[in-house]
């Protein structure tokens, strides 16, 4: 069984930037692809960003391009998220999810894709 834990979320200022970890624990990390989602109330999940399994693709959902990195560090089963330029829009929930992929390089898009998740953290950014 793989479990997932967030941490980083918290109340920030428009302009500043924050980071976000997931630590995944389970057997063959190395195997799964792990993104990240937002869902803030009242709206529908989205893609944020994910990276592949080996860590050399990496894919973005729109608002995020350009000013949002992801990586994943194996060595401490860690997926980060960090995030620049933060706006108001940015306010909502992250999660982290991890799903196998049938290629090394696939990095989904969609949340249906991944099979295993994270209880979230919250980011709001608020002046």
């Known amino acids: 069984q793989v479990h997932l834990v967030e941490s980083g979320g918290g109340l920030v200022y428009p302009g500043n930037s924050l980071r976000l970890s997931c630590e995944v624990s389970?057997?063959?990390?190395?195997?799964?692809?792990v993104a990240w989602f937002r869902q803030a109330p009242g709206k529908e999940r989205l893609f944020v960003a994910g990276?592949?399994?080996?860590?050399?693709?990496?894919n973005f959902g729109g608002p995020s391009k350009g000013r949002f990195d992801i990586g994943r560090d194996d060595s401490a089963n860690t997926v980060w998220l960090q995030m620049i330029r933060l706006e108001p829009d940015d306010t909502a929930t992250y999660f982290c999810a991890a799903g196998a992929t049938s290629e090394y390089w696939m990095v989904h898009t969609t949340s249906d894709a991944y099979d295993y998740w994270g209880q979230g953290t919250e980011v709001t950014v608020s002046s």
């Open positions: 389970g057997p063959s990390f190395g195997n799964y692809a």
């Open positions: 990276v592949s399994r080996t860590g050399h693709n990496r």
